[in-house]
Structures are given as C-alpha cells and as structure tokens.
C-alpha cells in the first residue's frame, strides 16, 4: 500500500467527535422512540438543506438497500399477531406504525453515516479510530493491528464501490476483481501505512457528544 498520512482540516469537527456521535446516535435511536428519531432528523437537517449532494447520496445509498427495507416490512408484517391480524387490517395504524418506525431508524442511520462519510475522508475516519481506541492500549489492544485492518476495510469497501459503478452491467466481473484485491493486500509487504495522531478535539467540541448523551436520555426516561 502506498504511503499515506492521516490528518483533519482545522475548521471542521473533529473526525473522533464525528464517529463518537454516530455510535451515540446508533445506540440510542432505537430506543427512545419517534421522538429519538425527530430529534435526529432536526439535527441532520442544517447540514442536508445546505447541502443538496448529500441528500441525493444518502437516497442512493437507501436505494442499494431498499430489498433490505422491503424485507423488513414483508417479515414483520408476517409475523405480527394473530390477534393483531382478527381485530385489525394491515392498512391500520395499529400494523403499520411499528413496521415504519424499525425502518425509519434504519434510514436515519443511513443518513447520519452519509453526513460522516460525505464531510470526513478516509483519512480522517482512520485517524479518528486512532484517538478513540488509544486508550485501549492500556489494556492490551493493538492499535496498529486494528488500525490496518479498519483501513484495509475502508479500502476494500471504497474500491469494491468504485467497481461496482464501473461495471453496472456485468457482475461477474466482481469476483476476480476481489480476488486480485486480496492476493495484493496479502502478497504486497514492500509498502507501508503511516497514520499520524491527530491533536485531540477542542474542549468545547466535546460538549456535541455529551449533549446529545443528554438529550437521549432525557428522551429515553420520558417516553
């Protein structure tokens, strides 16, 4: 792999700040109801009325997953109650609510990764994992293993995207593109990986991930 440095851009979030609130987002959303999902959607929303490329972004990336969504309503619907089934259609609200709100998570999800992935590059990405997993290395973690394969994962992720853009019409191709991908990941040693540790975040950008711990909670005990 060819040498590369990680770093951020000074005027924006810090990239650790960034993955912290989406794994804060992930780990609450779905358990602090509609309003969890109101209360995303209101913060999201400055960035993507700004930004119309990163609405149409998130919309494909909702495309490539819509049998996924499809599936999901058709499963749950299938396994709803019988008792659900004698006393109410599947049009009522009692049927479909539900089903709306576990896709709906999914969705906001998939928006607030589009934001990350559209404002942060895979450099700042790896850097960021490098300041959020330090800590661990008290404890025995091996922060160049894991941050090898999280940037072997990117990698793969963004050139099998590429690939897949570029060959729309014949699939086959796919497999001995991945093929050649891992005999190179594998085989070609001669190359290094450089992260450089980024200057951890502002004081007063910590107070992003703790307030919205805060307005989780406060949501999560009055639902």
Request: charged share 15%; hydrophobic share 45%; aromatic share 14%.
């Amino acid at each position: 792999m060819n040498q590369e440095c990680y770093g951020c851009t000074d005027n924006n979030i810090h990239p650790s700040i960034k993955l912290l609130s989406i794994i804060i987002i992930s780990s609450f959303i779905g358990q602090t109801g509609w309003s969890g999902i109101f209360l995303t959607l209101f913060l999201l929303l400055p960035f993507y009325s700004t930004h119309w490329e990163y609405y149409k972004s998130a919309i494909n990336m909702l495309l490539r997953i819509k049998w996924l969504l499809v599936s999901i309503i058709i499963l749950y619907l299938f396994l709803l109650p019988t008792e659900a089934i004698q006393h109410h259609s599947f049009t009522d609200l009692y049927a479909v609510f539900p089903v709306l709100y576990r896709v709906s998570i999914l969705c906001v999800i998939i928006f607030s990764v589009n934001l990350l992935l559209k404002t942060t590059d895979k450099n700042q990405i790896i850097s960021g994992v490098a300041l959020l997993i330090y800590p661990l290395t008290k404890m025995g973690v091996d922060l160049d293993s894991f941050l090898v394969r999280t940037y072997l994962t990117i990698d793969f992720v963004g050139k099998l995207n590429t690939e897949l853009r570029n060959r729309k019409n014949n699939r086959k191709t796919i497999l001995p593109f991945i093929l050649s991908w891992l005999e190179n990941s594998v085989h070609n040693k001669t190359d290094k990986i450089i992260i450089e540790r980024l200057r951890r975040p502002d004081l007063l950008q910590w107070f992003i991930p703790i307030l919205l711990c805060f307005c989780y909670i406060f949501l999560l005990y009055h639902n």
